[in-house]
C-alpha cells in the first residue's frame, strides 16, 4: 500500500549509477515512470561525457525529477481523504485543461507557472 515515497540516497557515487525506479519513486499515479527512466538514461549517456559524471548526472537527475515529485505529491494530497477527491473530481469538471497542465509538467513538457492562481484555488476548493 502506498504511498511510496523511495528515494536513494545518491543517484550516483563512484561509478555506480541509478536509473529509473532504483533511483527512487512515488506512486505511479501519472504514468509517467517508462518516460522518467529513458529520460535519465539519456541523462547518464551524456553525463558520461563530462569530467565529473557522478557530479554531471546527479544534477541533471534533481532536475528532471523534482517537478514530476512534486505534481506526484499534489495528486497523493488531493486524493487524501473522500472529501478532497470530490472536490478534484469538482473541480476537474469545471476545469479538465489543468489535469493536462499537470501531467505536462509531470512529464517535463513545461514548469508549474503554467497554472494560474485561479486554478490553484480551484484545485483545492472545487470552486
Ligand atoms: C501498478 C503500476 C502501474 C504503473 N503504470 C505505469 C504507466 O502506466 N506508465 C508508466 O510509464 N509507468 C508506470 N508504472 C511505473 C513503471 O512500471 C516503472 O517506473 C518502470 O517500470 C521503471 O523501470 P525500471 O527499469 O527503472 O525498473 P523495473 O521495471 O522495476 O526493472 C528492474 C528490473 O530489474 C530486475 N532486477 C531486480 N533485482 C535484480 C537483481 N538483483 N538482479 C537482476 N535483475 C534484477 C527486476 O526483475 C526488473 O525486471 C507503473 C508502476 C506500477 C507499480
Given at each position: 500500500m502506498g504511498p511510496f515515497w523511495y528515494r536513494a540516497?545518491?543517484?550516483?557515487?563512484r561509478r555506480v549509477f541509478l536509473i529509473g525506479d532504483a533511483a527512487g519513486f512515488t506512486d505511479?499515479?501519472?504514468?509517467?515512470g517508462v518516460a522518467a527512466g529513458l529520460r535519465q538514461a539519456r541523462a547518464f549517456a551524456a553525463a558520461?561525457?563530462?569530467?565529473d559524471p557522478e557530479r554531471a548526472y546527479r544534477r541533471t537527475h534533481r532536475g528532471l525529477t523534482k517537478d514530476p515529485r512534486r505534481v506526484a505529491d499534489l495528486f497523493l494530497r488531493l486524493s487524501r481523504t473522500p472529501a478532497l477527491v470530490e472536490r478534484a473530481i469538482r473541480s476537474h469538471q469545471r476545469a479538465p485543461h489543468t489535469l493536462k497542465t499537470l501531467l505536462g509538467i509531470g512529464f517535463g513538457y513545461?514548469?508549474?507557472?503554467?497554472?494560474t492562481p485561479r486554478e490553484w484555488i480551484r484545485m483545492f476548493s472545487g470552486r
Open positions: 540516497s545518491t543517484v550516483a557515487d505511479p499515479i501519472t504514468g509517467e558520461l561525457e563530462s569530467p513545461w514548469g508549474f507557472n503554467r497554472i
